[in-house]
């Protein structure tokens, strides 16, 4: 099977969570075979709350209602993807570019779905550079301070994010513990998100197998 193939089998798979309210939706290749799947049920549930203008886009395109989040509230179920995920539910996010929306809708979720195909399940985080969104004016700053940490951060070129601001990808971290290391680069001044789900980590993870989808939860 094809990486599409695994990607499109757990968008699939992912249908039997979607709640008949408002469902949050995230951004990138897996998130939009989801996409495509929800245009074949939309008739079953109340519309969508988008992780990214470019999600908005091809919700729209299908004809389901979008949502802003603080027209909604607290969402029943978010629908994403990742670059990396460990089986402990922490991941690397980011890698379109959207993880600050991802982490305000993830944040307003009671359930996270993770779709992913076998190859973004890793033992460490960290082989996948770590995205991080920074304010354009602290993205020096930011960069020196990812170098204490032992990272070599490299500017996203010519990629601007919906909410204005740079991404720098973070290469070389070895990142043994997620959830310490999230809070700190948090306190960074000028960083807007980082790409570490750890401490909102995913609920349950659908993964892409030859074998078939295969379930696996916090
Ligand atoms: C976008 C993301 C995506 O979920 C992540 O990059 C995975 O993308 P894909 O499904 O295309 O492999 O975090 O910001």
Known sequence: MTQDELKQAVA?????YVPQGIIGVGTGSTANFFVDELAKIKGRFDGAVASSEATAQRLKGHGIAVYELNEVGELEVYVDGA???TVNMHMIKGGGGALTREKIVAACSRKFICLADKSKLVDVLGRFPLPVEVIPMARSYVAREM????GQPRLREGFVTDNGNLILDVHGLNIMNPVEMETSLNQIVGVVTNGLFARRGADVLLLGTPEGVKTMRA
């Open 83 to 85: 670059d990396e995920i």
């Open 147 to 150: 170098v204490k940490l032992g």
């Open 12 to 16: 699939r798979a992912a249908i039997d």
